[in-house]
């Protein structure tokens, strides 16, 4: 038997019999994996209320077969209980959570991911605009892609990008007032450059940027479409996370 010994966070998790659960945790060494907690919905189960999405823990688990393990041991580490004070930051959470799952594939590690989500969750407790932290969370998910466009310059023609910008969805670049079509998206003035501050910023730092309702909204289409071409589908907790938004 090959144990496996390593920190995850709780994705999801769904029934499997009258007193199990099968639980979709991404963890920092293994990437997303799907154990089989065996009695965790009896009532006197060492399992019972920790396995619960936005959770942090500490996971022992047998390898099995079919991509399907066998969890042993399971220790809360953080539960990020400030978190789920308030719908609006649970909703951005549970965002986070549905991209990290739609967009990492089965055991395939990336610890700057894992990292990067650890800590926008943390975030999701201190920082007074948790929208903000969406947005860095996003940005930088984007990044480690490869799909991020430049926020200083024009994707067709390279000139700065100053004042006036157009998203062109199709190219996945920001334009210039000459280079930019029709049917582009014109972004309010100051859009691109708060955009910029956030992809900048360090997560404690973020809730100093202040956007409008406009911003948000803007910023969130191009994400928004950036995201959807990644995972070559709509994201079912994006419409909740839109509505919060505006």
Not at 86 to 92: D, M, Q
Not at 95 to 116: C, G, H, M, N, Y
Not at 167 to 179: K, W
Request: aromatic share 6%.
């Amino acid at each position: 038997m090959i144990f496996h010994r390593t920190a995850g966070i709780v994705l999801k998790r769904s029934d499997y019999s009258e007193t199990s659960k099968i639980v979709t945790i991404y963890t920092r060494d293994q990437g997303k994996v799907r154990v089989l907690a065996k009695g965790a919905k009896r009532k006197k189960s060492g399992f019972l209320g920790i396995l619960e999405p936005l959770s942090l823990l500490e996971v022992v688990y047998i390898e099995g077969k079919r991509g399907l393990h066998t969890l042993k041991e399971a220790y809360l580490l953080e539960p990020y209980l400030r978190l789920r004070e308030r719908l609006s930051r649970i909703a951005h959470g549970l965002f986070f959570l549905s991209l990290i799952d739609r967009t990492q594939a089965d055991e395939d590690p990336d610890p700057k991911v894992f990292e990067l989500l650890s800590l926008s969750l943390a975030a999701l407790e201190s920082v007074s605009l948790p929208e903000n932290v969406s947005v860095v969370f996003q940005v930088r998910l984007i990044s480690q892609f490869g799909s991020l466009p430049t926020l200083s310059s024009c994707g067709a023609c390279g000139c700065s990008l100053t004042q006036d910008a157009f998203y062109d969805a199709q190219s996945g670049s920001f334009l210039c007032q000459v280079c930019r079509k029709s049917d582009r998206w014109a972004l309010q003035q100051g859009t691109l450059r708060a955009l910029r501050r956030l992809a900048e910023s360090p997560f404690e730092r973020c809730g100093r940027v202040r956007l409008s309702k406009e911003q948000r909204v803007e910023i969130a289409r191009v994400t928004g479409t950036i995201l959807r071409t990644a995972v070559e589908a709509e994201l079912p907790a994006e419409t909740v996370l839109n509505s919060l938004l505006r």
